[in-house]
């Protein structure tokens, strides 16, 4: 860990202990939620330990608490991190070349991780990202996750403190430096667009998936062949 702190400069570990800090906002919020919806107290730690993903456990605890069953909890997860699939193909390589590297980086790998590890040109920065913003992530939301577990049988509604909004906000500041390229911004939009349109007639995930039809925006137009006489 030592050598990796070494390789990041001091502008990357101001960003990545800022994330981490919100990852663990939202760990908090989503231990509180958990709890406050009806969860037993350890199971908000179970899931953040073996699943480690925040919008697939927001997602089962949400389901859980509509009356919905485990197996529509579990499938309904199951969908919405199927992103991860074209996550682990683009970051493969700066997860390291053993099993035991590539089974533990797919644990850690989450939507913060592997954008700060694709913004980096140099291949070593990229992996001492990567594995550091995943492993400091990892820790930070379980801690989080028990303090919310703890909150959340004192504060019964969540809601009144806006503790539901800390996840999509979150995703939010991740995304909005990369809003000002004019092609990234419309492939966004496009997806937004997809997403809201679809979300009351489909399944929960579902239209998440479909908003990367968004991605066509980032598709460059051919230019046209000239022919010369």
């Known amino acids: 860990m030592r050598s990796i702190w070494r390789t990041l400069t001091p502008g990357l570990r101001r960003d990545m202990l800022a994330m981490a800090g919100a990852i663990a906002v939202v760990g908090v919020s989503f231990g509180a939620i958990a709890v406050a919806s009806g969860l037993d107290w350890w199971m908000p730690s179970a899931l953040s330990v073996l699943v480690f993903a925040g919008g697939s456990q927001f997602m089962v605890v949400?389901?859980?608490?509509?009356?919905?069953?485990?197996?529509?909890a579990v499938l309904g997860a199951l969908l919405?991190?199927?992103r991860h699939l074209?996550?682990?193909?683009?970051?493969?390589?700066i997860m390291g070349s053993g099993r035991l590297a590539r089974a533990v980086g797919s644990h850690l790998m989450i939507d913060e991780s592997v954008a700060f590890a694709m913004?980096?040109?140099?291949?070593?920065?990229?992996?001492?990202?990567f594995w550091f913003l995943g492993t400091t992530a990892f820790v930070v939301w379980n801690l989080g996750t028990i303090v919310g577990t703890a909150a959340g049988q004192v504060i019964r509604d969540t809601d009144a403190f806006g503790l539901d909004a800390a996840f999509p906000a979150a995703l939010l500041a991740l995304l909005l430096p990369s809003l000002r390229n004019a092609r990234t911004r419309n492939a966004a939009l496009l997806g937004a667009v997809v997403a809201l349109a679809t979300t009351p007639f489909l399944p929960a995930g579902v239209p998440v998936l479909l908003s990367l039809v968004g991605l066509v925006a980032l598709i460059p137009a051919r230019k046209k062949e000239t022919v010369t006489a």
């Open 62 to 72: 949400g389901v859980v608490a509509a009356g919905g069953g485990l197996v529509a």
């Open 80 to 82: 919405l991190n199927a």
């Open 86 to 93: 074209p996550f682990g193909l683009a970051v493969g390589d």
């Open 119 to 129: 913004a980096q040109k140099d291949p070593g920065r990229a992996r001492a990202v």
